[in-house]
């Protein structure tokens, strides 16, 4: 087994669920002990919720169902943000950090691409047209605000359009949007205690409201290093699949 045999646990984007992994958990599996679920109101975890919801709680509940004491979390985007609050409120459990990109709770800023972004799932959102919903998300984490769609493979962009789809299917189906649980102080402003390394994954072609949030992460944990890849957006798992696994190998192992 190569690393240090703790489990991997991979906690997916909001844009995406357990799936978006496919690409690399055979080969993981091979050789690791790994773990990958769906958060609350993804994938198949479609029950909807009698409470506040804590997608924290989520990966907590589930790794301690599954008897795993320590392990390397691996968060993509939002579930970049989920993994550092784990890391904060479970701090024995966790032995390292890899975000790829950083997102959800870690996003700081409201840049012109966001707040553009926002604006077009919001007004398809109204209107009804989840297709439209689902398209602004795969030109804004997918595509990104600097390339042409032509650029990313189709399989990559229809990926992320069935998972995005079936995010907004689950939820238009929910009685009514829940609650979330959210860490107070945020992780924003507690990342001094996150004492474990934390290696950041970042596109030339992500947003600059990602951008803005690695700087933040850069400057505020204790054990960082960041890495740029300059042919990616939001989501270089899957885009780069080959070249992700490799990083990953090489970060648990170092």
Do not use: K, Y
Request: hydrophobic share 45%.
């Amino acid at each position: 087994m190569h690393g240090d045999g703790l489990p991997i646990v991979l906690i997916h984007a909001g844009v995406a669920d357990r799936r978006m992994w496919d690409p690399q958990w055979e080969r993981l599996a091979a050789d690791h002990h790994v773990v990958r679920l769906d958060l609350h109101g993804f994938g198949e975890s479609a029950t909807p919720p009698d409470g506040p919801v804590s997608h924290p709680g989520d990966v907590r509940e589930t790794l301690a169902h599954l008897g795993v004491e320590r392990c390397h979390l691996v968060g993509a985007s939002f579930g970049a943000g989920v993994a550092v609050e784990v890391a904060l409120t479970a701090p024995d459990l966790v032995a390292s950090l890899l975000l790829c990109p950083p997102g959800g709770s870690l996003l700081a800023a409201r840049t012109d691409d966001f707040a553009a972004f926002a604006e077009a799932e919001n007004s398809a959102l109204a209107a009804g047209d989840l297709d439209a919903a689902v398209e602004a998300n795969i030109a804004a984490w997918v595509v990104g605000p600097t390339r042409d769609p032509a650029e990313v493979g189709h399989d990559v962009q229809d990926a992320v359009r069935r998972m995005q789809r079936q995010v907004f299917d689950i939820q238009e189906n929910w009685p009514a949007a829940p609650d979330e649980v959210e860490l107070d102080p945020p992780a924003l402003q507690r990342l001094a205690s996150v004492t474990v390394p934390v290696l950041l994954l970042v596109g030339a072609h992500d947003l600059a409201t990602t951008h803005d949030a690695a700087e933040r992460l850069c400057a505020g944990l204790p054990d960082v290093r960041r890495v740029d890849w300059p042919d990616v957006a939001h989501l270089p798992s899957l885009e780069r699949p080959d070249r992700f696994h490799e990083l990953l190998l090489d970060w648990i192992a170092d």
